[in-house]
């Protein structure tokens, strides 16, 4: 490790970061998408929407998982001079890094309807909650393991993505209350002063 330490961002936070905007795009899209006749029909468009709502959710929440056992299994505990990336700050990189991909996705949702009705919202709605489960599953692998994953932030892609990809080496693990955001990468909820 270097004397200057290394950025690190949650992994799981980062993971977390695209599931809102892409849950509520989603939504907005089918609502939307529900007005418009279609070419197949409302009934059918919806009823197609929802069999691709449950399949975007099952394989996004089951996406690369061996990639983040494996790294998780290895990670080195991180240095003093580490220093860690505010919840915040990954979660607008990820989604400035995101937001054309965003935009074209609703987009295609939206044109999508004009065929199958609510279908393509739904879709991306699937994929928003796809990925708030698999943030979850990691956070109950963090309350088990007692130690929270972070990863480096040069080792991310351009867009502030893909904390499991081919560029991430290892991961660092911390204490459970390091950072400010909990298990799973929610925001760290503060007691009450008594």
């Not at 290892?170 to 950072?179: D, E, K, L, P, V």
Request: hydrophobic letters at 50%; proline letters at 3%.
């Amino acid at each position: 490790m270097s004397r200057g330490g290394q950025g690190l961002a949650r992994v799981a936070v980062v993971v977390r970061a695209g599931a809102a905007p892409m849950w509520w795009l989603g939504v907005f899209a089918a609502g939307i998408g529900a007005l418009v006749p279609g070419v197949t029909g409302r009934r059918i468009g919806v009823m197609a929407g929802a069999a691709l709502f449950v399949v975007a959710v099952a394989v996004v929440a089951l996406h690369r998982r061996k990639r983040y056992l494996q790294l998780a299994r290895s990670a080195a505990r991180a240095g003093k001079h580490d220093v860690l990336q505010d919840r915040a700050v990954s979660v607008r990189n990820w989604r400035r890094g995101h937001r054309w991909w965003l935009l074209l996705g609703f987009l295609a949702a939206l044109g999508s309807a004009f065929a199958v009705p609510a279908a393509g919202g739904m879709l991306l709605a699937g994929c928003g909650t796809g990925l708030r489960l698999k943030a979850a599953w990691l956070g109950r692998r963090e309350r088990d393991e007692d130690a929270l994953l972070w990863v480096r932030v040069d080792w991310l892609a351009t867009n502030g993505g893909r904390p499991a990809g081919k560029t991430v080496r290892a991961y660092r693990s911390t204490g459970i209350a390091a950072g400010d955001a909990a298990p799973g990468g929610a925001r760290r909820r503060t007691a009450a002063l008594v």
